[in-house]
């Protein structure tokens, strides 16, 4: 048996009026739908029984058939169909058209396509289609003949009786004859098939050559026009006008033969650009729903059916009535108007031509088109959007007595998340007979219910998730513990991969049903498994607050006492302490047994230390390097991923929960707390600030005098205040004490740093305007003493500023993340190994100026070259560069490495595991199936909100250029705009000849050595290339210097563009990589190359074809790279001729706009734009992606769903 949800592809094509018939299940002809008084459908109209099928199951319209057993009958008094009722989700209508209308996409969409076929604009077209104007479709060129026969006969007559008159008046009169014949001639030749002319000038031309042409109004004229189109020939005209043409028009002739040749290869007609038939959707997808009231809400659908059916039929009366053409055309006009409304209302609207169909609200009406796209639209909304049972959500609370893979979970909530399996044990253990009673019992909180809860809980998992689900680790499986109360209980240290705090956060809790779904959720999902972050390796299970606060208690040393006492063994030491004996913190020394792997680091006879680092060494596997030093928070850092590593992510938890309670255990104990008077305002703090007055007022007086501009004296004054806080900072920090609460939570880590300290205790010092620039006036108060007005009124701008930038950030980042996601979603590791072995060269040189490590490229990479010191070989190509290889690297000074790289990879449609390297969060080589695109744009994106949104300006002037920075500048690169601040790359060598700076902008003139020179050059000189940049960036170079081709000459952005057309692709992609990289490094956040790798081998992903050789595609179309090698492997086995294509570089959102798949283009942005060129194409979507799978309800490609792609 055919299953008609098991298919490898899906194709959209243009549906014609015989297609439309065979949907429809017959002609909707009256507006009507729902009788007032019956409340049933009425017969023939827009929820007729008859057509759509009936509303109650098994039952016809009339009631004389009812019950299953007539299962297929037609009633033959109501004629419906017995059957059942969902089949009116299903069955399609019509309207026959009285007249044809056009499709508003292929009329208006940008370019016009019917303009296009037809060699028409648009704005004529338009004309022609609302009968403001009339198009010529016949020209009797014999008759065109006769009259300018005629016309010149008559001229030569005229001519002979003006000779006869006096001179004066023969002059004027053989003038106006003149002009009067050049009029007529030129209308006569200006009378050429589909000209469009105005109504006037066709009654003109009608009353004069009314003969000669034939000319219509409306949409008949350009279907009879259409059917009259031979497509192959028009292709063969298009192809010798291309060999032929100019360059100006090279444009448009490729779109027209792209347009010709889809329809060529459709099969499909022209003619169904235009409606003859309109379908009617099924009656349940645009709803009446009866109100309280007696009142119906209803779909607005109905309303543009019921406009249509009431125009279609008023047409059909008065062309039986053989009305006026005047009437006849206004009906038909608002005919194609009501047409347009029901497909795409909105794009009326932005055309400004006729109003919008509104409602009797004044709302715009949601088209067929509206209700397409958009984030509320089919797409995104129902087919990409989820609802989900099984879930619950709670504000959630700390809770310190969990272990790391438990989550605490409500009674109340886990009875109500759990209750079928609770019904079930229940009716197994004949505690009840039926569902009813069970669910009666589990309502009322039967004593017996929690027990069987208890049961049914243990050994389950549920999922806990944190919006913004900006990462994989927003949503982590957790073993369920049942607690008092109604707040979610989260372990402490996974706090930090979900974001959240525990500030009235809430989470969501969602159980997994099935047994896969379960065993996922345990073996992939645990938070316990789940210690590394996807995007750089790093932990993400991170001590912070009090356990840090608590680790740092227990480690630090306090003052060294004159004689240290030594201790035999560790144990001795910490049994002393356990008996009052040794204080914690105490310095000691102690013996320890040299055949111990924990003690194998260290040198000296005795071990100094203390009783408190022994007991945290005690916690910690037995063979890990003791730890001897202060446990603040980024030694606790360095500690965790040490221990990771150590004894691997599977055996981690204990370790990590033993920290924790360790540290919530001396946190306690210290008793450490801050209140009002440990808040010290530096003793000295007048004084400076006195000092600081004096030389602002100094300053402010040699500007006076006009021995400094505005800009210098503001940024010296600037400056003072800057050295002011510095110096008041310093100050407190040298009089806190040191074992006081202040002091050790800031040096600790464990929470404020030194700038919040200095705020509370010293001085606010400067704050910023709305606009982001320094106020010059500081804000002398701290907050211990209490801001006057004016100073709070001035630090208010800051705090506002702040509020609102972390908004727009937020909905920034999360746009980019949806294109990242959209672009990346279909790249999955489709193999093991491509065979690869160019992949990407690292040098220590390049990874110093990033301000990186060398090593941090290579850390879970593969080799692509083997890698050697002194003949001696320490990673073989092809095989994983580990962390002993790194420090083995690093120590044996190597400086230049080849790795696999995700840009160079081979692998088509996706990458290989090779290529890939390790998964990051798992620290092991990549799985087949692994969806790393996804990961790529979380690890992206996730970050994205710590960006700013502000465009630095340098130099501190306002009118200085602006370099972009931060989240624009991220975009910038993935979206090629043209940078703001471009620099300048040198296209030759050559030497450096002039530097000159004209104030706004700087020309850097190079003579060429190679050639004579292709750039525009100011000077027309020839063998010189002249480079204009703005005046406020800085020159990289100086007079006399030998240029590289390729070299920076100037600071600023690069334009990506030209490196490709310079430096070729790979230069292209490393600046992507290196840029978007430093941008994240700038801000503190660390993203492995792999991932940014990903985008720009998207980027990359286009090639544009120069010769199509033996292949179906045109010159200057753009493909998939991917597509490209297929099809030239294709046509060689066929011994054609392969074809040739040149590099392109595109931004991101235009390559998921040209996804192959058309489901995925059109799920993302300009669903319109998508869906007309896919439906033209007659394109297939071969099921690829991530998207498309979930469209349309299969298991994606990708996890357990994984198939190999195979080239079709």
């Given at each position: 048996?055919?299953?008609?949800?098991?298919?490898?592809?899906?194709?959209?094509?243009?549906?014609?009026?015989?297609?439309?018939?065979?949907?429809?299940?017959?002609?909707?002809?009256?507006?009507?739908?729902?009788?007032?008084?019956?409340?049933?459908?009425?017969?023939?109209?827009?929820?007729?029984?008859?057509?759509?099928?009936?509303?109650?199951?098994?039952?016809?319209?009339?009631?004389?058939?009812?019950?299953?057993?007539?299962?297929?009958?037609?009633?033959?008094?109501?004629?419906?169909?017995?059957?059942?009722?969902?089949?009116?989700?299903?069955?399609?209508?019509?309207?026959?058209?009285?007249?044809?209308?056009?499709?508003?996409?292929?009329?208006?969409?940008?370019?016009?396509?019917?303009?296009?076929?037809?060699?028409?604009?648009?704005?004529?077209?338009?004309?022609?289609?609302?009968?403001?104007?009339?198009?010529?479709?016949?020209?009797?060129?014999?008759?065109?003949?006769?009259?300018?026969?005629?016309?010149?006969?008559?001229?030569?007559?005229?001519?002979?009786?003006?000779?006869?008159?006096?001179?004066?008046?023969?002059?004027?009169?053989?003038?106006?004859?003149?002009?009067?014949?050049?009029?007529?001639?030129?209308?006569?030749?200006?009378?050429?098939?589909?000209?469009?002319?105005?109504?006037?000038?066709?009654?003109?031309?009608?009353?004069?050559?009314?003969?000669?042409?034939?000319?219509?109004?409306?949409?008949?004229?350009?279907?009879?026009?259409?059917?009259?189109?031979?497509?192959?020939?028009?292709?063969?005209?298009?192809?010798?006008?291309l060999q032929d043409g100019k360059v100006q028009t090279r444009k448009k002739v490729l779109q027209r033969m792209k347009l010709v040749k889809s329809f060529i290869n459709s099969g499909v007609s022209p003619c169904s650009m235009f409606f003859t038939a309109l379908p009617v959707l099924p009656p349940d997808l645009r709803p009446m729903v009866q109100l309280d009231g007696g009142r119906y809400a209803s779909s607005d659908l109905n309303d543009l059916y019921r406009r249509i059916i009431n125009?279609?039929?008023?047409?059909?009366?008065?062309?039986?009535?053989?009305?006026?053409?005047?009437?006849?055309?206004?009906?038909?006009?608002?005919?194609?108007?009501?047409?347009?409304?029901?497909?795409?209302?909105?794009?009326?609207?932005?055309?400004?031509?006729?109003?919008?169909?509104?409602?009797?609200?004044?709302?715009?009406?949601?088209?067929?088109?509206?209700?397409?796209?958009?984030?509320?639209?089919?797409?995104?909304?129902?087919?990409?959007?989820?609802?989900?049972?099984?879930?619950?959500?709670?504000?959630?609370?700390?809770?310190?007595?969990?272990?790391?893979?438990?989550?605490?979970?409500?009674?109340?909530?886990?009875?109500?998340?759990?209750?079928?399996?609770?019904?079930?044990?229940?009716?197994?253990?004949?505690?009840?007979?039926?569902?009813?009673?069970?669910?009666?019992?589990?309502?009322?909180?039967?004593?017996?219910?929690?027990?069987?809860?208890?049961?049914?809980?243990?050994?389950?998992?549920?999922?806990?998730?944190?919006?913004?689900?900006?990462?994989?680790?927003?949503?982590?499986?957790?073993?369920?513990?049942?607690?008092?109360?109604?707040?979610?209980?989260?372990?402490?240290?996974?706090?930090?991969?979900?974001?959240?705090?525990?500030?009235?956060?809430?989470?969501?809790?969602?159980?997994?049903?099935?047994?896969?779904?379960?065993?996922?959720?345990?073996?992939?999902?645990?938070?316990?498994?789940?210690?590394?972050?996807?995007?750089?390796?790093?932990?993400?299970?991170?001590?912070?607050?009090?356990?840090?606060?608590?680790?740092?208690?227990?480690?630090?040393?306090?003052?060294?006492?004159?004689?240290?006492?030594?201790?035999?063994?560790?144990?001795?030491?910490?049994?002393?302490?356990?008996?009052?004996?040794?204080?914690?913190?105490?310095?000691?020394?102690?013996?320890?047994?040299?055949?111990?792997?924990?003690?194998?680091?260290?040198?000296?006879?005795?071990?100094?230390?203390?009783?408190?680092?022994?007991?945290?060494?005690?916690?910690?596997?037995?063979?890990?390097?003791?730890?001897?030093?202060?446990?603040?928070?980024?030694?606790?850092?360095?500690?965790?991923?040490?221990?990771?590593?150590?004894?691997?992510?599977?055996?981690?938890?204990?370790?990590?929960?033993?920290?924790?309670?360790?540290?919530?255990?001396?946190?306690?104990?210290?008793?450490?707390?801050?209140?009002?008077?440990?808040?010290?305002?530096?003793?000295?703090?007048?004084?400076?600030?006195?000092?600081?007055?004096?030389?602002?007022?100094?300053?402010?007086?040699?500007?006076?005098?006009?021995?400094?501009?505005?800009?210098?004296?503001?940024?010296?004054?600037?400056?003072?205040?800057?050295?002011?806080?510095?110096?008041?900072?310093?100050?407190?920090?040298?009089?806190?004490?040191?074992?006081?609460?202040?002091?050790?939570?800031?040096?600790?880590?464990?929470?404020?740093?030194?700038?919040?300290?200095?705020?509370?205790?010293?001085?606010?010092?400067?704050?910023?305007?709305?606009?982001?620039?320094?106020?010059?006036?500081?804000?002398?108060?701290?907050?211990?003493?209490?801001?006057?007005?004016?100073?709070?009124?001035?630090?208010?701008?800051?705090?506002?500023?702040?509020?609102?930038?972390?908004?727009?950030?937020?909905?920034?980042?999360?746009?980019?993340?949806?294109?990242?996601?959209?672009?990346?979603?279909?790249?999955?590791?489709?193999?093991?190994?491509?065979?690869?072995?160019?992949?990407?060269?690292?040098?220590?040189?390049?990874?110093?100026?990033?301000?990186?490590?060398?090593?941090?490229?290579?850390?879970?990479?593969?080799?692509?070259?083997?890698?050697?010191?002194?003949?001696?070989?320490?990673?073989?190509?092809?095989?994983?560069?580990?962390?002993?290889?790194?420090?083995?690297?690093?120590?044996?000074?190597?400086?230049?490495?080849?790795?696999?790289?995700?840009?160079?990879?081979?692998?088509?449609?996706?990458?290989?595991r090779k290529c890939y390297g390790y998964d990051m969060g798992r620290e092991k080589l990549v799985e087949t199936g692994q969806a790393i695109g996804v990961i790529a744009a979380q690890s992206i994106g996730e970050p994205g909100t710590q960006l700013t949104l502000r465009t630095f300006h340098s130099g501190g002037s306002a009118t200085a250029v602006d370099i972009t920075q931060g989240l624009p500048r991220v975009e910038e690169v993935f979206e090629l705009h043209n940078p703001k601040g471009?620099?300048?790359?040198?296209?030759?060598?050559?030497?450096?000849?002039?530097?000159?700076?004209?104030?706004?902008?700087?020309?850097?003139?190079?003579?060429?050595?190679?050639?004579?020179?292709?750039?525009?050059?100011?000077?027309?000189?020839?063998?010189?290339?002249?480079?204009?940049?703005?005046?406020?960036?800085?020159?990289?170079?100086?007079?006399?210097?030998?240029?590289?081709?390729?070299?920076?000459?100037?600071?600023?952005?690069?334009?990506?563009?030209?490196?490709?057309?310079?430096?070729?692709?790979?230069?292209?992609?490393?600046?992507?990589?290196?840029?978007?990289?430093?941008?994240?490094?700038?801000?503190?956040?660390?993203?492995?190359?792999?991932?940014?790798?990903?985008?720009?081998?998207?980027?990359?992903?286009?090639?544009?074809?120069?010769?199509?050789?033996?292949?179906?595609?045109?010159?200057?179309?753009?493909?998939?790279?991917?597509?490209?090698?297929?099809?030239?492997?294709?046509?060689?086995?066929?011994?054609?001729?392969?074809?040739?294509?040149?590099?392109?570089?595109?931004?991101?959102?235009?390559?998921?706009?040209?996804?192959?798949?058309?489901?995925?283009?059109?799920?993302?942005?300009?669903?319109?734009?998508?869906?007309?060129?896919?439906?033209?194409?007659?394109?297939?979507?071969?099921?690829?992606?991530?998207?498309?799978?979930?469209?349309?309800?299969?298991?994606?490609?990708?996890?357990?769903?994984?198939?190999?792609?195979?080239?079709?």
């Amino acid at each position: 048996m055919l299953d008609i949800y098991d298919f490898d592809a899906m194709k959209i094509h243009l549906s014609s009026r015989d297609e439309i018939m065979e949907w429809s299940f017959g002609e909707v002809t009256k507006p009507e739908t729902i009788n007032y008084r019956t409340q049933r459908p009425e017969k023939d109209g827009l929820f007729s029984e008859r057509i759509f099928g009936p509303t109650k199951d098994y039952e016809c319209y009339c009631g004389k058939y009812k019950k299953i057993r007539y299962k297929g009958v037609i009633c033959d008094r109501c004629g419906v169909e017995v059957t059942k009722s969902i089949v009116r989700r299903e069955r399609m209508a019509h309207i026959t058209l009285a007249a044809p209308c056009a499709h508003i996409w292929f009329l208006r969409g940008v370019p016009s396509r019917i303009g296009l076929l037809l060699d028409i604009p648009l704005a004529q077209l338009e004309r022609v289609v609302y009968y403001t104007g009339y198009i010529v479709t016949r020209v009797d060129e014999d008759a065109k003949k006769q009259v300018m026969k005629e016309l010149e006969q008559e001229v030569a007559s005229k001519r002979k009786a003006i000779k006869k008159q006096d001179k004066q008046k023969m002059k004027q009169e053989s003038e106006s004859l003149e002009q009067s014949f050049d009029k007529a001639k030129m209308e006569i030749t200006s009378i050429i098939p589909k000209k469009v002319i105005t109504e006037l000038e066709y009654q003109h031309l009608a009353m004069r050559y009314g003969h000669v042409f034939e000319a219509h109004a409306g949409s008949e004229p350009l279907v009879a026009m259409l059917e009259g189109l031979d497509l192959k020939k028009m292709f063969r005209a298009l192809v010798k006008e291309l060999q032929d043409g100019k360059v100006q028009t090279r444009k448009k002739v490729l779109q027209r033969m792209k347009l010709v040749k889809s329809f060529i290869n459709s099969g499909v007609s022209p003619c169904s650009m235009f409606f003859t038939a309109l379908p009617v959707l099924p009656p349940d997808l645009r709803p009446m729903v009866q109100l309280d009231g007696g009142r119906y809400a209803s779909s607005d659908l109905n309303d543009l059916y019921r406009r249509i059916i009431n125009r279609n039929n008023r047409l059909k009366r008065l062309i039986e009535l053989n009305s006026p053409e005047v009437i006849i055309r206004n009906e038909k006009r608002m005919l194609q108007e009501a047409v347009d409304a029901l497909v795409d209302n909105s794009s009326r609207r932005s055309q400004g031509v006729q109003q919008v169909a509104m409602s009797l609200s004044r709302r715009p009406l949601r088209s067929l088109a509206d209700i397409l796209k958009g984030k509320q639209g089919r797409f995104r909304q129902n087919l990409l959007g989820k609802r989900v049972d099984y879930s619950g959500r709670s504000v959630i609370v700390i809770g310190p007595e969990l272990k790391l893979y438990q989550c605490g979970i409500p009674k109340k909530m886990a009875l109500e998340l759990f209750k079928p399996f609770v019904i079930h044990e229940l009716i197994n253990r004949e505690l009840a007979y039926n569902i009813k009673l069970a669910s009666h019992m589990v309502d009322d909180q039967h004593p017996v219910v929690w027990d069987i809860l208890d049961q049914v809980v243990s050994g389950k998992f549920v999922l806990l998730n944190r919006a913004p689900t900006l990462h994989r680790l927003s949503v982590q499986a957790f073993q369920p513990v049942l607690i008092e109360g109604l707040s979610i209980r989260i372990h402490p240290m996974v706090c930090v991969a979900f974001n959240a705090d525990f500030d009235g956060d809430q989470m969501a809790v969602h159980l997994p049903l099935s047994e896969e779904a379960q065993d996922e959720a345990r073996t992939i999902m645990l938070s316990s498994l789940n210690l590394l972050k996807p995007a750089s390796g790093e932990p993400v299970i991170e001590p912070t607050k009090d356990i840090v606060l608590g680790l740092y208690w227990l480690t630090r040393l306090s003052i060294e006492p004159a004689k240290l006492r030594v201790f035999a063994s560790p144990e001795d030491a910490i049994s002393a302490y356990e008996h009052f004996i040794l204080a914690l913190q105490e310095p000691i020394l102690v013996a320890y047994d040299k055949k111990d792997l924990k003690y194998q680091k260290v040198i000296d006879k005795y071990l100094k230390t203390s009783a408190g680092r022994l007991l945290f060494n005690a916690i910690l596997p037995s063979a890990m390097a003791f730890v001897n030093a202060d446990m603040h928070k980024k030694n606790v850092r360095k500690v965790v991923s040490e221990l990771i590593r150590f004894v691997g992510i599977e055996h981690a938890q204990p370790y990590l929960d033993s920290i924790k309670d360790l540290g919530y255990q001396h946190a306690t104990k210290s008793g450490l707390s801050w209140g009002m008077d440990d808040l010290i305002i530096p003793h000295d703090k007048k004084a400076i600030m006195n000092k600081a007055k004096e030389q602002v007022a100094a300053i402010y007086e040699e500007y006076l005098n006009g021995y400094l501009s505005n800009t210098e004296r503001r940024s010296r004054v600037i400056e003072i205040w800057v050295g002011v806080e510095e110096k008041l900072r310093a100050d407190l920090f040298a009089s806190l004490p040191q074992s006081g609460p202040v002091y050790t939570f800031i040096k600790c880590g464990a929470a404020g740093n030194e700038d919040n300290a200095r705020q509370i205790m010293a001085i606010k010092g400067l704050v910023v305007d709305s606009t982001g620039s320094t106020i010059e006036v500081p804000v002398e108060s701290c907050y211990e003493e209490g801001l006057t007005p004016l100073e709070y009124f001035n630090s208010i701008h800051g705090s506002r500023k702040g509020l609102v930038d972390t908004a727009l950030r937020t909905a920034h980042a999360g746009y980019l993340t949806r294109r990242l996601v959209d672009v990346a979603q279909d790249v999955v590791v489709q193999e093991d190994d491509c065979g690869d072995v160019i992949g990407r060269l690292i040098t220590h040189e390049q990874s110093k100026r990033a301000g990186e490590s060398f090593t941090s490229h290579l850390l879970g990479r593969v080799a692509a070259q083997d890698i050697k010191h002194k003949r001696k070989i320490i990673v073989k190509a092809g095989l994983i560069i580990g962390h002993e290889a790194c420090e083995h690297i690093e120590t044996s000074g190597i400086d230049r490495v080849r790795i696999r790289a995700i840009t160079s990879c081979k692998t088509r449609f996706g990458v290989c595991r090779k290529c890939y390297g390790y998964d990051m969060g798992r620290e092991k080589l990549v799985e087949t199936g692994q969806a790393i695109g996804v990961i790529a744009a979380q690890s992206i994106g996730e970050p994205g909100t710590q960006l700013t949104l502000r465009t630095f300006h340098s130099g501190g002037s306002a009118t200085a250029v602006d370099i972009t920075q931060g989240l624009p500048r991220v975009e910038e690169v993935f979206e090629l705009h043209n940078p703001k601040g471009k620099g300048a790359l040198a296209h030759r060598e050559g030497v450096v000849e002039d530097i000159v700076d004209y104030g706004t902008e700087k020309v850097i003139t190079i003579k060429v050595l190679e050639g004579l020179a292709t750039k525009k050059s100011r000077t027309k000189k020839k063998g010189v290339d002249e480079y204009v940049i703005s005046g406020m960036l800085g020159v990289l170079v100086k007079k006399g210097d030998e240029i590289k081709k390729g070299q920076r000459l100037s600071e600023g952005n690069l334009d990506i563009h030209e490196i490709l057309s310079v430096l070729g692709k790979r230069a292209a992609e490393e600046y992507i990589i290196r840029e978007v990289k430093r941008i994240y490094i700038l801000a503190g956040s660390d993203i492995n190359d792999k991932h940014i790798e990903v985008f720009a081998r998207k980027m990359f992903s286009r090639v544009r074809v120069t010769d199509p050789g033996g292949s179906k595609f045109l010159p200057g179309e753009i493909i998939d790279r991917s597509r490209f090698f297929e099809t030239n492997d294709a046509l060689r086995v066929a011994k054609k001729k392969p074809m040739h294509g040149v590099q392109t570089v595109t931004g991101i959102s235009k390559v998921a706009l040209s996804a192959e798949g058309f489901l995925s283009a059109a799920s993302f942005q300009h669903t319109s734009h998508v869906l007309i060129d896919s439906v033209i194409e007659g394109r297939e979507d071969t099921l690829r992606g991530l998207k498309e799978n979930v469209i349309i309800g299969k298991m994606i490609p990708a996890g357990t769903g994984f198939r190999p792609v195979v080239d079709f």
